[in-house]
């Protein structure tokens, strides 16, 4: 079944403790991105990768890191988490680019204590 | 960076047609438009794109007046299990357009 998993789906963790959510895609898609969903903020885009090895900056990158070392995988890193990173957290995958039809993970739900 | 402006929510009743339009004023020659539907505490789901006039679906259709400086999302006969989020976003397909934007789009609820 073509889908795009997350890792973990919930997580409560504190302030400055390093945390990794994962992102998986099985469709061989080339485009990856991670968005954040805020009450009243609506989704926003934090990192995105064109291909393995490339990223870039989406609206809201400050607190976050990725990587892309390969295809399929495109792990969000908390490198410090603090209170104001907690929220609700999607990966989504696309064939090509980010106006290609984005297929999106199940979401992570993070609190940051 | 293309954005969009949309209503922030709509009611209707079940059966009835339910249309949603979105502003785009700086859009760009070869930005397509594109509709996703986000149920609570799921990821969005595709809905339909087009770049002009009308584009239908087995779920909706799109339509694109000639300045496509606008777009509405018409949804038939809707039904309670219709009640979402609906987003527009805009952008180039097949190049470029990476950094999207979703905004907070717009809350339809369906009354029985």
């Known amino acids: 079944e073509a889908q795009v998993t997350q890792n973990p789906r919930y997580l409560i963790t504190v302030t400055g403790k390093k945390l990794t959510v994962t992102c998986s895609q099985n469709m061989n898609h080339e485009y990856m991105s991670w968005y954040r969903q805020d009450p009243g903020l609506g989704l926003r885009q934090i990192y995105y990768s064109m291909n393995v090895e490339v990223t870039d900056k989406g609206d809201v990158p400050e607190g976050y890191k990725v990587s892309r070392k390969e295809k399929r995988n495109f792990p969000l890193i908390l490198e410090s988490p603090s209170p104001n990173q907690t929220s609700l957290y999607f990966c989504?995958?696309?064939?090509?680019?980010?106006?290609?039809?984005?297929?999106f993970g199940p979401g992570t739900r993070l609190t940051v204590l | 960076l293309a954005k969009t402006t949309q209503p922030i929510s709509m009611d209707s009743y079940e059966g009835q047609e339910v249309n949603i339009t979105c502003s785009h004023n700086?859009?760009?020659?070869?930005?397509?438009i594109t509709w996703y539907q986000q149920f609570p505490s799921q990821g969005p789901r595709f809905i339909i794109q087009g770049y002009k006039t009308k584009v239908t679906n087995e779920v909706a259709s799109l339509f694109i007046p000639a300045d496509r400086k606008s777009s509405t999302l018409s949804l038939p006969r809707v039904s309670l299990s219709d009640t979402a989020v609906y987003y527009c976003l805009v952008g180039l397909l097949g190049t470029g357009a990476n950094n999207l934007f979703f905004g907070t789009g717009t809350r339809l609820t369906v009354i029985p």
């Open positions: 989504a995958s696309s064939i090509g680019t980010g106006s290609d039809e984005q297929f």
């Open positions: 700086n859009i760009a020659t070869n930005d397509y």
